[in-house]
T-cell receptor
Framework: GENVEQHPSTLSVQEGDSAVIKCTYS??????FPWYKQELGKGPQLIID?????GEKKDQRIAVTLNKTAKHFSLHITETQPEDSAVYFC???????????FGSGTRLSIRP | ETGVTQTPRHLVMGMTNKKSLKCEQH?????MYWYKQSAKKPLELMFV???????ENNSVPSRFSPECPNSSHLFLHLHTLQPEDSALYLC????????????FGNGTRLTVT
């Protein structure tokens, strides 16, 4: 079955700097890759997603890149702000399955 | 407001109790999910329902019993739980489109004493 690995498990960056979180997946049939942000006391919330027919997608300060050949995808947050502090999860899914498999999460802290 | 509502937000129960978790969505979605989130572990899929039919049971012990009476409501019935079942239980929904995202509720924090 699908396996998703996520690194790093914790990340601390200075406010204003960029943060990068990386994931790898095992099932080459996976074609949908969402990213979620989970704040304290809340459920995960979708922040951006990418489908396998594109290599990059941007939404303001957030971007996601996908390398299908290497089975890697990454989340990039630029100009980080205190409200970016949270736990971030990557996930992978393929169209013939109802399962979305999550990575183990990255706790991002933004230092003032 | 996420569109997916879970009740109660917090629950403390003894190992001999029976309780139920409730999830409700008004997003027009037709697939509903239960996930378990424990400290320092990935989100663990428990059950999936599509159009009220259970399509996934991820080897979950029988002390957890799901119920999906319609596409908008999902329950998780709990009985004779163990302390290691203490966790955040998250409900999610999505369209029956395998390239659509999950929408999560804010979870029920369960403590088994």
């Amino acid at each position: 079955g699908e396996n998703v690995e996520q690194h790093p498990s914790t990340l601390s960056v200075q406010e204003g700097d960029s943060a990068v979180i990386k994931c790898t997946y095992s099932d080459s049939a996976s074609n949908y890759f969402p990213w979620y942000k989970q704040e304290l006391g809340k459920g995960p919330q979708l922040i951006i997603d990418i489908r396998s027919n594109v290599g990059e997608k941007k939404d303001q300060r957030i971007a996601v890149t996908l390398n299908k050949t290497a089975k890697h995808f990454s989340l990039h947050i630029t100009e980080t702000q205190p409200e970016d502090s949270a736990v971030y999860f990557c996930a992978a899914c393929h169209s013939s399955a109802s399962k979305i498999i999550f990575g183990s999460g990255t706790r991002l802290s933004i230092r003032p | 407001e996420t569109g997916v509502t879970q009740t109660p937000r917090h629950l403390v129960m003894g190992m001999t109790n029976k309780k139920s978790l409730k999830c409700e969505q008004h997003l027009g979605h037709n697939a509903m999910y239960w996930y378990k989130q424990s400290a320092k572990k990935p989100l663990e899929l428990m059950f999936v329902y599509n159009f009220k039919e259970q399509t996934e049971n991820n080897s979950v012990p029988s002390r957890f019993s799901p119920e999906c009476p319609n596409s908008s409501h999902l329950f998780l019935h709990l009985h004779t739980l163990q302390p290691e079942d203490s966790a955040l239980y998250l409900c999610a929904s999505r369209l029956d489109d395998r390239n659509s995202p999950l929408h999560f509720g804010n979870g029920t924090r369960l403590t088994v004493t």
